[in-house]
């Protein structure tokens, strides 16, 4: 891995923090068609504990409209208190069932 990856669960685990909330880093695949998990936190170890199976290793299509748009601008994207509704046709099925369970809104 590359210096900056070993870094990116300890940023996880600030940015949650500061968020009080789940937070999910996704770098770009080496092929740049996609994003892949690339760190994850949860201060709340059950919540952490149900969603680490589907969060590891999962990806979002480079083209997705949010994911789209956020590589254009340069600009992380962040969710915050989301309306989940409006974002369930754009979400990968497998991501959809831990928003769904964790109730996240960042």
């Known amino acids: 891995p590359t210096t900056y990856t070993r870094l ?17 880093i996704y770098v770009r695949s080496d092929d740049g068609r996609q994003l892949e998990a690339a760190a994850h936190y949860d201060a709340d170890v059950d919540v952490y504990a149900s969603i680490e199976t589907h969060v590891r290793g999962s990806h979002v299509p480079i083209d997705a409209v949010p994911v789209r748009d956020a590589l254009a601008s340069g600009e992380p994207m962040i969710l915050h208190r989301a309306d989940l509704e409006r974002l369930r046709s754009r ?3 497998r991501l959809w069932a831990i928003l769904e369970r964790t109730s996240a809104t960042a």
Do not use: N, S, Y
């Open 8 to 24: 990116l669960p300890d940023v996880a685990q600030a940015i949650a923090g500061a968020c009080r909330d789940f937070c999910v």
């Open 91 to 93: 979400i990968e099925p």
